[in-house]
């Protein structure tokens, strides 16, 4: 169902700021579709990227914060994640943001990729992390928006609580870095990540 | 690292509609936390409901569609997807979509379960499906903001793709459906999910 052609990207006509401050932007766009449609206003969200860690401990387990999500209104079991300050590199927000909500640092770390958390709206990207041999260096220092309780669940425990749905992870965003694990694990020639295959 | 006692909700002050029209509504709250500090503006972001739809056909291949992102200036590989219309059940509003974006339909369809794409900004849900067997039922109807390519490739050629790297589904939300594939394939009874085991 392809006609040969590539896909074009939209013209972008106009863009009105509706609404910014440091926490996001709305941008309302007038854009032009390769047809000739044109659509007004497509809200485009602009926001920071954003970091996510999938951080196995030196005695095997998976360190997970749980915290209440106002946006969603529920207290979920998350990875460790956050958004990146400005100009800072997402390695180095991760580690950062490992720090702070769980007091956990060090160990190996492997770059997982950067997916887009929702590419009909955000422009940002969150990039995922795997830290293997983390270790406790302090106590957490959250942010004060941060009420968090820390579980530190065995791997294989954690991985058949997702397959029989005793756990779960209710964010999108962070299954995307299970499974961006899962596939490095698939064809990783390190047995420490070749065991967290899912 | 948990006090025993459970993680609170936050306490709802005022909720202020910033902008809102048929797309989406920006409502900046202000919020009371469980130790007393106060967050004004905590933007959330209501949004409707989305579908996700991971689509084999009779064949064996995995239905993907082509398009461009205006929000991340990208054109992208993507598994069928829309939002749900008011009053619309999720696995009719799969089922509509993938219709419309393919022209694809059938099958044999299992529930993946329903994520949150953005806990921390959005309201919504996304709610994945499963539907093996499909077949070409007539011609895409695309809406006028989609200018799609229709792929087919093999589930093999699609997995060793995204493990290599050579094949990539960008968005976050959409490999979260891929992971829910996977946990559902790993303890299925049925050979035909099974095999689709990531």
Chains 1, 2 share one sequence.
């Not at 999500?69 to 079991?77: C, E, K, L, Q, S």
């Not at 927000?93 to 590419?119: D, I, K, N, V």
Request: proline share 7%; hydrophobic share 40%.
């Amino acid at each position: 169902m392809s006609d040969g052609k590539p896909i074009e990207p939209w013209e972008l006509l106009a863009s009105t700021c509706t609404y910014s401050d440091r926490w996001l932007t709305l941008r309302s766009d007038k854009v032009r579709l390769p047809g000739g449609v044109t659509l007004s206003p497509y809200h485009v969200i602009e926001v920071s990227d954003w970091v996510n860690v999938v951080a196995i401990s030196e005695s095997g387990h998976i360190i997970l914060v749980e915290q209440y999500r106002h946006a969603v209104r529920r207290t979920m079991y998350e990875i460790p994640a956050g958004h990146i300050d400005p100009q800072e590199e997402p390695e180095l927000a991760a580690r950062r943001e490992l720090l702070e909500e769980t007091g956990y640092g060090g160990g190996t770390w492997h770059p997982l990729g950067s997916l887009h958390p929702a590419a009909s709206r955000f422009t940002n990207q969150v990039h995922s992390f795997l830290a293997i041999g983390v270790t406790r260096l302090g106590q957490p220092a959250p942010e004060e928006s941060e009420n968090l309780h820390i579980h530190e669940i065995p791997w294989l425990e954690f991985v058949a609580g997702l397959r029989s749905g005793a756990l779960r992870l209710y964010e999108a965003n962070q299954m995307s870095s299970l499974m961006l694990v899962h596939l490095l694990a698939q064809k990783s020639d390190d047995p420490a990540v070749r065991r967290l295959s899912l």
